[in-house]
């Protein structure tokens, strides 16, 4: 459970970088978030091997749903309900 919750909070290292490009936050958020994001690739060497297999087969999943959803302008962000 542990692995979990340090992957989850390695996680807002994507955010970080967003805040300094879209929002023009300082540098070291940037910086911050970079460093955060190489963590959050280490967090996975904490794991067995069945373990992250199970974890690349979810994410792929999602990425994959994602951009089919992504093709079709109707199921994006900007749909106005």
Excluded: K
Aim: net charge negative; proline share 2%.
């Amino acid at each position: 459970m542990g692995i979990f919750l340090l992957a989850g909070s390695c996680e807002r290292g994507g955010y970080l970088i967003r805040l300094w490009i879209r929002e023009g936050q300082p540098l070291w958020y940037g910086i911050a978030g970079g460093i955060i994001l190489v963590l959050y690739g280490m967090v996975a060497t904490f794991t067995d091997s069945q373990f992250c297999e199970d974890i690349c087969n979810l994410w792929w999943n999602f990425h994959c749903s994602v951009f089919i959803m992504g093709l079709d302008n109707r199921w994006g962000p900007t749909r106005q309900v």
